[in-house]
Every structure is written in C-alpha cells, then in structure tokens.
C-alpha cells in the first residue's frame, strides 16, 4: 500500500506541516511534566492535540514548530526496526529537537470517498497522546496499529 504525502518530503513521510500553538492545558495541569498543547497547521488547516514532556521541551502559548510525522526514521524510506540506536547518523532526527516512537491506536471520522471528509488519527506515545483532526487526504497512508515517528522542531518568528 503506497503512503500518500501531504508534501514532497520523501519517503516513509506520512505528514508534515507547521503548526501554531492556540492554547495550552486548557483544561487545568494534569501531570507536572507533560503539557497538552492545542495547535492548528497553516498550510493544511489540521488540529492538533498533543502531549509533550515539557521538561525536556518545553513550549509556549504562541510557539510554531514544524511537525513530522514518518513510518521510518530513514531519509530514504527504508524500514526500521523501530530500536533507537544513538550512533545512527544521517537520520531524520538529526535535524529535529524532540522526537517520540508511538502507535496508531484509532482513526476516526466521516471518511466515505467525500473530499470534504473529516478524519482523526490518534497516535500513543507510551503515554503521550496525540490527536490529528482535519481533511481525510491529508491522513491517507495511516493505519491503526502502524508504528510511527513524531519529529518537532521550533521555529524561529
């Protein structure tokens, strides 16, 4: 089964975009080291709900970051094993700040062959649940049960 890209990024890519951050913890601290961040994407106008360690990365009210989400840690599309090894080089990662190793759990939504479908993907990262919601062609190629890489990185603005 192919997996469709939003952009011309390469292989294994599933999706990738830059997204704002609206609102964080909305709905009060749940856990001292986590936040659970609100963030809508500019180019494909997809909502995001994310839980992040924010001890280890901590983001703000208002930052922007480009999100990556792949199937493989390889520049080339080439599957992994899904085990970090640090003296990997020439990965994906190596241009991103924060990177996390989850599974589909479920995706959701109104998707009948309309262009105008709404889906959600939910993805958990040991834990750190995430929840991307928006246009059913921006999440072709994802599955439930498919193991996939978060990689964020803040942008300067």
Known sequence: KAVVS????????LFEDIF??????????????VARLFCESESFKMDLILDVNTQIYPVVLRDKFRLLL???LQEDGAPDDGSYTASLEG?????????MYGRIYRIEGDDFGDSNAILSAYISYG??????????????GMEVGQTVYLLMKKLAF
């Open 6 to 13: 939003t952009q011309s990024t390469g292989a294994g890519v």
């Open 20 to 33: 704002d951050v609206k609102d964080v913890d909305p709905n009060g601290k749940q856990f001292d080291r």
């Open 70 to 72: 792949a199937t493989t």
């Open 91 to 99: 990965t994906r990662a190596d241009t991103f700040e924060y990177v």
């Open 127 to 140: 834990g750190l649940l995430m929840r991307l919601k928006g246009a059913a062609n921006n999440l072709h």
